[in-house]
């Protein structure tokens, strides 16, 4: 991944980003070519890993893989227009751009057929996104018949973490009065969190 200095972010930025991206892209290589798979992960950072499940339909997890595997997790992405810039009244010499947080993690996939495993997984899973909510969903709240088979229907896939590249390209190379017009924009157009991002990650 090409990473300019000023896009490259510091590891806990990293470790916030794959504790909290929501769903990612599993990509691996195959002797047919590349497959892909979107699904959630919860990421263990003690143990250096991304967990997750597939369909067992989906046979992705059945594939011989090439290599290793490779998982693009992605935080918020924003279209951004020149006209929030200051620059742009100044000397006009300015363009449109893509701001995104984005971490490719490559590491060795190992799949997981096995139903306590899946389970633990799914719990975890359940618990970490339901957190936040007013009246949080439970795995305990269906019934037992019922989640064994939903259980039996999915297998396991852990990714442990060899290397991650990381860029959180997120208008640091713009002055700080444009950098300002590009937190006011994307609050007016309601994107809250890509305002956030940049404000966040804004040179001290």
Do not use: C
Request: glycine share 6%; net charge negative; aromatic share 6%.
């Amino acid at each position: 991944m090409y990473v300019p200095a000023h896009f490259a972010p510091d590891d806990d930025a990293v470790h916030e980003l794959l504790a909290n991206h929501g769903a990612a892209d599993l990509i691996t290589a195959t002797p047919d070519g590349l497959v892909a798979t979107m699904l959630p992960f919860v990421y263990d950072r003690e143990r250096g890993v991304l967990r997750g499940h597939l369909a067992r339909n989906n046979d992705h997890w059945r594939r011989e893989i090439v290599g290793d595997a490779l998982v693009i997790a992605r935080g918020p992405d924003s279209y951004i227009t020149p006209a929030w810039y200051a620059s742009k009244a100044e000397h006009g010499r300015v363009v449109p751009t893509w701001n995104y947080v984005t971490a490719h993690v490559h590491g060795t996939l190992t799949v997981h057929d096995d139903p306590s495993w899946v389970a633990d997984l799914v719990r975890e899973l359940t618990d970490h996104h339901e957190r936040d909510r007013a009246h949080p969903w439970s795995v305990d709240d269906a019934p037992e018949k019922f989640l064994a088979g939903q259980l039996r229907a999915i297998v396991g896939v852990e990714v442990a973490i060899k290397r991650v590249e990381a860029k959180f390209k997120l208008s640091q190379n713009r002055p700080a009065a444009d950098l300002d017009g590009v937190v006011a924009g994307l609050r007016e157009v309601g994107d809250v969190a890509g305002a956030e991002a940049v404000a966040q990650h804004r040179p001290r």
